[in-house]
Nanobody, 113 residues
Framework: VQVVESGGGLVQAGGSLRLSCTAS????????MGWYRQAPGKQRELVAA???????VYSDSVKGRFTISRDNAKNAIYLQMNSLKPEDTAVYYC????????WGQGTQVTVSS
């Protein structure tokens, strides 16, 4: 199984980016999937995810600005990020979780002030 993120980059505060993540290979029984981020010197944290029941959850810091979406047929998830802030700067990872968890290599998002 290979998980690949794309769409990161450098953007000014207030701008937007859209991240994409695709899982290739056989993942049996995906329970949940989502986006996480890790800023320098900080722990990896949940940004947005679909839980096993299909509902979307967001961290308080991104509610109203970020939107997660998915394409089950493509084993893909997306993260639309609007009104970006410098504190959103981090490496963003996606994860698919079945019996095992599969992480991507991460994509850098840098928001300049």
């Amino acid at each position: 199984v290979q998980v690949v993120e794309s769409g990161g980059g450098l953007v000014q505060a207030g701008g937007s980016l859209r991240l994409s993540c695709t899982a290739s290979g056989a993942i049996f029984r995906i329970n949940d999937m989502g986006w996480y981020r890790q800023a320098p010197g900080k722990q990896r944290e949940l940004v947005a995810a679909y839980e096993s029941k299909g509902n979307a959850v967001y961290s308080d810091s991104v509610k109203g600005r970020f939107t997660i979406s998915r394409d089950n047929a493509k084993n893909a998830i997306y993260l639309q990020m609007n009104s970006l802030k410098p504190e959103d700067t981090a490496v963003y990872y996606c994860k698919f979780r079945g019996p095992l968890s599969y992480w991507g290599q991460g994509t850098q998002v840098t928001v300049s002030s």
